[in-house]
Nanobody, 123 residues
Framework: VQLQAYGGGLVQAGGYLRLSCVDS????????VGWFRQAPGKEREFVAA????????IYADPVKGRFTISRDVAKNTVYLQLDSLKPEDTAVYFC?????????????????WGQGTQVTVSS
């Protein structure tokens, strides 16, 4: 698995972005895929995850109703739609492939990590 995350940027509060995570080696078929974020001085935290098979999704409470995770099987890509952004959403966002096929909140349940993409939300 080789992951590439992109799509971050600078937006105003209330704005939106769409992050993409591509598996260039096309091995997502056996992995859950998650998004995490890390703000300066804080620990990496779970944002959302999707099971590649079946598409079951889970979300962290702070982003429920605002963020949407989805996958495009044909493109081997996972997306994270960020709507109604808040300044507290500012962080580096990482995508990761899980050790199992399930969607999981556990950071230790992920084996492969992509490089981060910076999301900055101004007030």
């Amino acid at each position: 698995v080789q992951l590439q995350a992109y799509g971050g940027g600078l937006v105003q509060a209330g704005g939106y972005l769409r992050l993409s995570c591509v598996d260039s080696r096309r091995t997502f078929s056996n992995n859950g895929v998650g998004w995490f974020r890390q703000a300066p001085g804080k620990e990496r935290e779970f944002v959302a995850a999707v099971a590649w098979r079946g598409g079951t999704t889970i979300y962290a409470d702070p982003v429920k109703g605002r963020f949407t995770i989805s996958r495009d099987v044909a493109k081997n890509t996972v997306y994270l739609q960020l709507d109604s952004l808040k300044p507290e959403d500012t962080a580096v966002y990482f995508c990761a492939a899980a050790r199992s096929s399930a969607a999981t909140r556990d950071v230790f349940g992920y084996r492969y990590w992509g490089q981060g993409t910076q999301v900055t939300v101004s007030s």
